[in-house]
């Protein structure tokens, strides 16, 4: 029997991966541990009487029983962490605290106990890097540490080059994946995710803000994809010591988004651009484009992501007015 440890397993992707894994793996037991942070108890409210499921709600920071979680478990997706633009520029602190510390405590017994493990990492690590599609063995362009939002990207990086010394110095079957703009149902937008502010604007009728020239480019992919690619990594052995990106290859500008969102949703919402400034803090840098080659994903799982960016507006806005 398999037995799953999700980190994260409350919030947005954690709580998918949890239903994608049940469905593949009806054999399976999960355990899940979550702080609440940014991930809400309602997620997991379908899984509270399933008898595969575990739920702990504590901190991997601090959490005593982690290492006994990871002993117990056959394979771990690490999930927890501090998302979100907004979140990482007004907390520094707890975002490297929490990507850097965290992530070293599961590494650390994962390679103690030589555990199968999936760690989430995302495109923001490409950074300034002027490249149409980023490709996994790229050279990586982060901004000065001034400026807060690359702390996000580098306290990720530290993982990746973690997990990469484990594999490479005690054979720790270990994998990384980019994400690059997952989303979909239950994602919330209070950290400064975009799809979430721009249909909650347009399912309210009132105006959506787009940050910055509204020229930068983003490519979306839905958590459903997303999460039946990470399912089926477990059992690849070639994903060993390996980095994967994850992500859709149809990019859109925030402008040309904001009136996607309108023209799906027949709202009458108007469009403000708000200067990053006023978004965020001064000095604010923001990357242009930022678009995958998945190449490599594809090859290893013949994956590619299938529902359209018009599925993932409906499926968030649908959520949104039955909620
Ligand atoms: N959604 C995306 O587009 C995206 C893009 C790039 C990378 N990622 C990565 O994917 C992972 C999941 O992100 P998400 O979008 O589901 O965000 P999310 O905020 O919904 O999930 C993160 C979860 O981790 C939990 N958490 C945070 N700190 C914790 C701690 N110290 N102890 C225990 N739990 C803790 C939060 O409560 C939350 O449930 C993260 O590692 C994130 O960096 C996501």
């Known amino acids: 029997m398999t037995n799953f440890l999700i980190t994260g397993g409350a919030g947005f992707i954690g709580s998918h991966l949890t239903a994608e894994l049940l469905k593949q793996y009806p054999d399976s037991s999960i355990t899940i541990v979550d702080n609440l942070s940014t991930g809400r108890r309602e997620n997991l409210a379908s899984f509270e009487n399933d008898p595969r499921i575990r739920i702990f709600f504590n901190d991997i920071l601090s959490m005593p029983e982690l290492e006994k979680l990871v002993a117990q478990s056959s394979t771990i997706f690490h999930l927890a962490a501090a998302v979100g633009v907004e ?37 923001e690590v490409y950074g300034k890097s002027a490249k149409d599609n980023f490709e996994e063995n790229d050279d990586l362009i982060i901004g000065a540490p001034t400026h807060s939002r690359w702390s996000y990207a580098c306290s990720k990086l530290i993982d990746e080059f973690l997990l990469m010394a484990y594999h490479q110095h005690s054979q720790l079957p270990g994998t990384i994946v980019r994400f690059f703009n997952i989303v979909g149902p239950r ?26 020239s509204g020229k930068q480019t983003r490519c979306f992919c839905h958590v459903a994809d997303t999460v039946r690619a990470l399912a089926a990594l477990p059992d690849k052995r070639e994903a060993y010591g390996q980095i994967y990106n994850i992500g859709s290859q149809n990019s859109i500008s925030m402008m040309q988004l904001a009136e996607k969102v309108i023209e799906v949703l027949h709202s009458n919402s108007s469009i403000e651009l708000i200067p990053y400034e006023q978004a965020y803090a001064k000095g604010f840098e923001d990357m242009m484009r930022r678009s995958p080659d998945t190449a490599k994903i594809k090859k290893l799982l013949g994956w590619q992501p299938e529902r359209s960016l018009e599925d993932i507006i409906n499926d968030v806005a649908n959520e949104m007015r039955h909620s």
Request: net charge positive; proline share 5%.
């Open 87 to 123: 979140l990482v520029v007004h907390d520094p602190v707890q975002t490297i605290k929490t990507n850097v510390d965290g992530s070293a405590r599961i590494l650390d017994f994962a390679a103690k106990y030589h555990k199968r493990i999936i760690i989430a990492s995302t495109s």
């Open 187 to 212: 994602q919330t937008g209070k950290y400064g995710m975009v799809i979430p502010r721009f249909v909650q604007a347009a399912v309210n009728g009132k105006p959506i803000r787009v940050f910055g």
